[in-house]
């Protein structure tokens, strides 16, 4: 079976097994565990920060930001198609009392011009703006990249205002690498990140919230209030550590076998491939007798696991469980599929 699900169906490699079987724990409730404690200062100095803080997952880094930044009946103004938007089961309504306000675009960013229009006027009966949430890369969209010129001019204004900015930064990494870039210039002027280790870095568990002292200072309350403190979480922390160090670089390799699978079924009648930016491969069907569901379980009968964004919509991705062979014949397998429906 080829798993294009997701990255996050990586497993960790016998060499990260072996770091978390090493690793020194203590209490990180206590704030005791050296290998988190490590992994956080690597962090906040990777993205030129004050500090960060490990959370068990990416949900919880993005939830716990949300928290912090804002105040009950305040509106986050965020993508329509934001991870935060879709998949996290509006937990900023039922844990921080606040209100998504979800921008419709299809640009891979959000224009200024409606950022601004989505600000309310200062009326006491009316909800304020406490946060943009950002997501880059962005899932949904196909893995897209977050133009950093946009960016930039869109913290400068956010800055005006005096709205902080949050970004779900769960592929950053994917982002960096494509971009040949840092993740301190990628992210330059944003007050806190989350990015994931579990995904295309391919650790077992775990994100990174990252920001200033204050604001993980804060953090940190929050995260045990939902529920995540973790004693010797250091064997996890480990994977993490040992991701950024080996497994940054290899993003490349995804990249490549996600241009390769666009290129191989680009040519194939009844669906529409959007170049991928990144590791995420977007297919819509076209063809009015398929549905994207169709092709999916088509796909599996075929021992190729691929998955769904919409009803046309089918998403794959590429990661660190997989190679180029692979790919190929993955790809193969889809393409005889589609000839046959």
Do not use: W
């Not at 304020?128 to 962005?138: D, F, P």
């Not at 919509?313 to 393409?335: F, N, S």
């Amino acid at each position: 079976m080829i798993d294009l699900r997701s990255d996050t169906v990586t497993k960790p490699s016998q060499e990260m097994r072996e770091e978390m079987k090493q690793a020194k724990v203590g209490d990180d409730v206590y704030g005791e565990d050296p290998t988190i404690n490590k992994l956080e200062r690597m962090v906040a100095e990777c993205f030129d920060r004050e500090a960060a803080l490990y959370v068990p997952s990416g949900t919880m880094g993005n939830q716990t930001a949300v928290n912090v930044h804002t105040n009950p009946s305040d509106e986050v103004i965020l993508d329509s198609d934001s991870h935060i938007y879709n998949f996290e089961l509006a937990t900023m309504s039922s844990f921080s009392g606040v209100m998504p306000r979800p921008i419709e675009t299809e640009k891979k960013y959000l224009p200024i011009e409606k950022v601004r229009n989505a600000i309310r006027p200062e009326k006491y009966y009316l909800s304020r703006t406490g946060l943009i949430a950002l997501e880059n890369t962005l899932n949904r969209k196909g893995g897209v990249i977050y133009p950093r010129g946009k960016m930039k001019k869109l913290t400068n204004f956010a800055k005006d205002k005096e709205i902080p900015i949050h970004l779900d930064g769960a592929r950053i990494f994917n982002a960096t690498v494509a971009k040949d870039t840092s993740v301190e210039k990628l992210t330059e002027g944003i007050d806190s990140i989350m990015f994931c280790l579990s995904k295309g870095l391919g650790a077992p568990v775990g994100s990174t919230l990252v920001g200033s002292g204050k604001f993980i200072e804060k953090a940190r309350r929050v995260r045990k209030r939902m529920g995540g403190g973790m004693r010797q979480a250091g064997i996890l922390a480990a994977a993490g550590i040992y991701a950024l160090e080996n497994n940054v670089k290899r993003l490349e390799n995804d990249h490549e076998n996600a241009k390769l699978l666009a290129d191989s079924l680009s040519e194939l009648d009844g669906i529409r491939v959007k170049p991928p930016e990144t590791n995420i491969l977007i297919l819509e069907t076209i063809n009015q007798g398929l549905q994207a569901e169709e092709l999916v379980e088509k796909a599996e009968e075929n021992d190729v696991l691929i998955g769904t964004i919409g009803p046309n919509m089918v998403r794959i991705v590429t990661h660190l469980g997989v190679d180029r062979k692979d790919v190929e014949e993955a790809a193969a397998r889809i393409k005889k599929v589609l000839r046959n429906i």
